[in-house]
């Protein structure tokens, strides 16, 4: 089945450095990969859509100089935190997805800015 | 607006039971729905998902069935077991394969 893998799986970093989690399709190509965070006992919500080779689209009160996407392979996207601060402690999830409707999900990466 | 909900929060329900999860949609434009199992920690894990041309689909121990005239989806889950306590979440998959999600319904079983 498809995969999709997540590094680090956990972070915790001092504010105001940057992190920067990866996102991998083992064993397909993505076209599409797809950025959501989830704060505690709540759903996700979408951060961004990131296409290779194009600039991510970002949802609607997302800072896209804060959460800086690139998507550089059609296996590969990074999303990286910058001058991260504690309310950015978050559990940041990423998915997969072909040409087809069905998304992969990731397992996720726990961030906690101290 | 669009949104994806859960009618319950929570659900308890004695192992061997069956287990009705709600959603109500309100976008009745939306052609195709998922549901994701959650467990503690990790990412969400598709367990089943319809389109719009369906009333009805069924997998191993869960069916989910949609009712477009009242924008309602439910999950039903035979012979719960306690592997089956999660989180679950309905969603919505908009143009572009973006997936909105839902609030989530935390199932708990009881041995």
């Known amino acids: 089945g498809a995969v999709v893998s997540q590094h680090p799986s956990r972070v915790i970093c001092k504010s105001g450095t940057s992190v920067k989690i990866e996102c991998r399709s083992l064993d397909f190509q993505a076209t599409t990969m797809f950025w959501y965070r989830q704060f505690p006992k709540k759903s996700l919500m979408l951060m961004a859509t990131s296409n290779e080779g194009s600039k991510a689209t970002y949802e609607q009160g997302v800072e896209k100089d804060k959460f800086l996407i690139n998507h550089a392979s059609l296996t590969l996207s990074t999303l990286t935190v910058t001058s991260a601060h504690p309310e950015d402690s978050s559990f940041y999830i990423c998915s997969a997805k072909t040409d087809s409707y069905e998304q992969y999900f990731g397992p996720g990466t726990r961030l906690t800015v101290t | 607006g669009e949104s994806v909900g859960l009618h319950l929060p929570t659900l308890s329900v004695q192992e061997g039971d069956n287990s009705i999860i709600n959603c109500a ?35 191993q121990r869960v069916t989910v069935l949609l009712n477009k005239t009242v924008k309602h ?10 592997g089956d306590s999660a ?25």
């Open chain 2, 25 to 59: 949609y309100s976008n009745s434009a939306s052609d195709y729905f998922i549901w994701y199992k959650q467990e503690s920690g990790k990412g969400p894990q598709f367990i089943i998902d319809i389109r719009s041309n369906m009333d009805k689909r069924q997998g």
């Open chain 2, 73 to 82: 989806l439910s999950l039903q889950i035979a012979a719960t077991q306690p």
């Open chain 2, 87 to 111: 989180v679950y979440f309905c969603a919505e998959n908009k143009g572009a394969g973006k997936s909105t999600f839902g609030d989530g319904t935390t199932l708990t079983v009881k041995p």
